[in-house]
């Protein structure tokens, strides 16, 4: 909580309105064809200057030391369910395993395609570094999370995953056994619809046989 006091307080610091770089940006701002119409709002740091610098190294601390933590907690409580092995059902025991199995997997997703990518364009910005298409590959990155965990979730998870393979077995043999049949019919001369060609044909004839005069 105070960590994140912390970070919010020298975040306002850090972009507090400053009227002469605002002017400055508001030039640049002016010059791009999107804000054709006029610029919004905005806030402006600039990374040569060492309050942004500090609050970056400062969010980058925060984020190993929360990483840390859990791989701490996690570890304990896997060296824990080892030892009350013996005491545990093998239904509990097995339950416990795939909700931390979970969990550390659920907090490595977001550190891969949300943190990492983060890191990676402000590492580059405080290095002064362009690299060509470099922010479509980070927004692709960030548009994964929505997806990420929950796929993993029911993959990671044993009897979600066991529901969706049984799921898909279903599916897979009713349409298997549908085309055996479909082609199993055609093979004999059956018309699959159930009606004989040759009863079409009768239809055919009587329909176009013209009526006896009254």
Known sequence: MLAALAYASWTLYTFWPNQEKWIEKSRLLRADSIYSEGIPNFV????????????????????????GLTIFCNVKVWRHLEAMESQMSIQNRDAQKQINRTLIIQALIP???????????????????NIPGIGLLVSFLLSIIPLANPLLTLIVVKNYRQTIITTFKILWKTKLYENRSTVSTISRGINPIGLSSKSD????TSSSMPLPPP
């Open 111 to 129: 550190g891969i395609v949300v943190l990492t990518p983060i890191a990676l364009a402000v590492t580059l910005a405080f290095l002064h570094t």
């Open 44 to 67: 402006v740091a600039s990374i040569d200057e060492w309050p942004l610098r500090i609050l970056f190294i400062y969010a980058y601390v925060l984020v190993v030391i929360s990483y």
């Open 201 to 204: 044909d009768n239809r055919l």
